[in-house]
């Protein structure tokens, strides 16, 4: 059994805030192999590793996460990235397979294999 795992990489000057996608219900999105009940703040300087319990072979739909560069993203101006990541249909590696928005931290996807990869965050 593998598991889709993210490196979260923190270069930015402000807190990057990491959720589960709503959406994602059934998901059950962990935070460095601690199940993540609600919003976490990876604060400058800091990295993390997000993964969902996974059986199975991979596909295009792995997790759904939410990147925010503010607390305030549901209801209030912050912006934020919502984000699925599973296998690159075309490359077998893994990657930001759909969603998108804007946010004031921009982010650089690197290291990849088809079961983890880095996601780099800096100022926009």
Do not use: C
């Not at 923190?10 to 059950?28: K, T, V």
């Not at 976490?40 to 990295?47: C, M, V």
């Not at 596909?59 to 939410?66: D, E, Q, R, T």
């Amino acid at each position: 059994m593998n598991s889709p795992v993210v490196t979260v990489k923190n270069h930015s000057s402000r807190a990057i805030y990491i959720d589960s996608d709503p959406n994602w219900d059934d998901q059950e999105l962990l935070l460095d192999d601690k199940p993540l009940r609600r919003g976490f703040a990876l604060q400058p300087d800091r990295a993390a590793r997000i993964s969902v319990d996974w059986s199975g072979p991979g596909n295009a739909y792995m997790m759904g996460v939410i990147f925010a560069d503010g607390p305030d993203y549901d209801y209030g101006g912050d912006g934020f990235y919502q984000l699925t990541i599973g296998q690159d249909e075309d490359s077998g590696l893994l990657d930001v397979t759909d969603g998108g928005g804007e946010a004031k931290i921009a982010y650089s996807i690197g290291q990849q294999t088809p079961w983890s990869m880095t996601m780099d965050f800096a100022d926009s």
